[in-house]
């Protein structure tokens, strides 16, 4: 009986909300993505205007080595020096997807376990990962149209074969899902863990279950999440501008490698 109570009372996405037009926007969610732009135009701006060719500052090491040791190596690997041209999307798009995923360290639940963060995470919400993952692979087919051409870009669909037509089609269908889904879900399921926790354990426990679980979850699996979804853009976007088919099969190797991995 105390299960079945527990289980009414725990909350799944519920947040403030108001309508425009019809359409239902997120209130919290809204708030944390804005505060998580602004952060990372801070971010920005104090390693613009403090970057130096020489004794660099502990900001601009930490950005170099996200921009060169991270994103720059991937996308060299992906596609030689014609990866320079997205270095910035996958920068722009892992330390934006961090800073959001990180919000989520921040107490700013009014009374833990009866009220929700007034700063979620945002990537905890479907919709952010979805405009994410939209907004890639929309850039991506663009990228492949101007790559192959519009004959060429219908023709790389039959490829090896006309037979795998059909599969390849829904292969495009599915990744926008799958990098929606992997990233909201993984931040979603923490989230949720910390609401579970508030609501079964005593409250003189909840502190330190949170004091464990958040550094796990937001901090680490929030990094990991964060690279990953980096990653997969950098790889379509080599898929999207390769002719070589046997550098397509090393990418859908590479991304088969990631899938079992996590």
């Known amino acids: 009986m105390k299960t079945l109570y527990a289980a009414k009372t725990i909350p799944v996405g519920v947040h403030p909300t108001f309508q425009v037009f019809g359409l239902t926007f997120d209130i919290d969610i809204i708030m944390s993505t804005a505060l998580a732009a602004a952060i990372v135009m801070l971010l920005v701006f104090r390693m613009t205007t403090r ?7 502990k900001l601009q ?8 040791d991270m994103v720059a190596a991937v996308a060299e690997s992906a596609m030689g020096q014609r990866g320079k041209k997205f270095v910035p999307l996958g920068v722009t ?28 995470a945002p990537t905890s919400d479907v919709n952010l990962p979805l405009a994410m993952a939209a907004f890639v692979i929309v850039w991506v087919h663009i990228e492949s149209v101007r790559e192959r051409g519009i004959g060429g870009y219908f023709k790389h669909y039959g490829q090896p074969f006309l037979g795998l037509t ?15 889904f992997r990233l909201f879900g993984n931040l979603f399921s923490g989230a949720l863990m910390i609401v579970v926790m508030t609501t079964l354990l ?16 937001d901090g680490l699996l929030g990094a990991i999440q964060a690279y990953i979804f980096m990653l997969l853009s950098v ?23 990631l899938q079992a991995s996590h």
């Open 61 to 68: 090491v930490l950005w170099e080595m996200i921009a060169v």
């Open 93 to 120: 798009l892992f330390i934006f997807i961090l800073v959001c995923n990180w919000i989520g360290f921040l107490p700013t639940d009014m009374h833990p376990g009866q009220s929700g963060d007034i700063f979620p």
């Open 235 to 257: 790889l379509y976007f080599g898929m999207a501008i390769s002719h070589d088919e046997s550098q397509d099969e090393h990418h859908v190797e590479s991304l088969d490698a």
């Open 166 to 180: 059909p599969i390849n089609i829904i292969e495009e269908i599915t990744k926008p899902i799958t990098m929606t």
């Open 51 to 57: 970057a130096s060719d020489g004794v660099p500052t």
């Open 202 to 217: 005593p409250v003189y426990v909840i502190p330190f279950g949170e004091l464990l679980w958040k550094p796990f979850d």
